[in-house]
């Protein structure tokens, strides 16, 4: 049985090592990949770019978005999702610091899972990415992602 991956898709050093490490101390045994802007994560998702040669049909089981990210923004990332086959039932919640309405009403037009706002005090924070995998890896029935 393969493992199960996450994809991180954060911009943030700081972001990221937190919830990483939230990750980790949950003790489920999963691939963390992390991408550091939307075009990365693109990259990865379909096995272009830096990952071409990786087997794009090897999808993450989860994949948390921020929405404020370089090159690629999160809203355009997963409408590129939604717009594919491939991964379009793909499990995507949107893990960001936006308190716009318009970003939430956004993402769950553009078909996010569930939405999520970082909290900003630490252990929060990571408590907050903790339940977020033990969910979406071990709670959640996830959609068959292969689709015929």
Do not use: C
């Amino acid at each position: 049985m393969e493992t199960k991956i996450i994809l991180l898709v954060e911009d943030d050093p700081d972001d990221e090592e937190l919830a990483v490490m939230a990750l980790l101390d949950s003790k489920i045994l999963n691939e963390i990949v992390v991408a550091h802007d939307g075009v990365e994560a693109l990259d990865y998702l379909f096995g272009s770019g830096q990952y071409a040669g990786r087997d794009p049909a090897r999808l993450p089981t989860l994949v948390l978005l921020d929405l404020k990210l370089p090159k690629l923004n999160g809203l355009e990332v997963l409408q590129r999702l939604r717009a594919d086959p491939r991964t379009r039932l793909l499990p995507v919640v949107v893990l960001t610091s936006s308190t716009e309405e318009e970003d939430v009403i956004a993402s769950y037009q553009l078909g996010a899972n569930s939405y999520v706002r970082k909290p900003v005090e630490f252990h929060r924070f990571a408590e907050s990415v903790r339940q977020l995998g033990l969910y979406w890896l071990l709670l959640n029935q996830p959609p068959p992602l292969k689709q015929e």
